[in-house]
């Protein structure tokens, strides 16, 4: 069935960069809406960015505390999403997933870390 599998998180100084896969596998989401969300020790899981994947970058929209930083893309001949990560701050430190917009449960990955030091 339909899998995601993200990878591509690390550890990275505060002002550095990491860019995130997202590979999707079992199924196309061309034409789906995408995020990427994220959930640090003891909260919530929060919304981060979302996209409309198609073979172009389709109305990106993305959480007020990354706008400006972060980009969300597509690269729908290779069948996976990307979340490029810039000016990272301490506070970006947290598990970072992708999923459907809404979530379905099913398509919940194992996450990657993504901790920035201050």
């Known amino acids: 069935q339909a899998q995601l599998v993200e990878s591509g998180g690390g550890l990275v100084q505060a002002g550095g960069s990491l860019r995130l896969s997202c590979a999707a596998s079992?199924?196309?989401?061309?034409?789906?809406?995408m995020g990427w969300f994220r959930q640090a020790p003891g909260k919530a899981r929060e919304f981060v960015a979302t996209i409309i994947w198609r073979d172009w970058n389709d109305g990106p929209t993305y959480a007020g505390s990354v706008k400006g930083r972060f980009t969300i893309s597509v690269d729908n001949t290779q069948n996976t999403m990307y979340l490029q990560m810039n000016s990272l701050k301490p506070e970006d430190t947290a598990v970072y997933y992708c999923n459907r917009v809404p979530p379905t449960t099913n398509l919940w990955g194992q996450g990657t870390q993504v901790t920035v030091s201050s």
């Open positions: 079992g199924r196309t989401f061309s034409n789906t809406r």
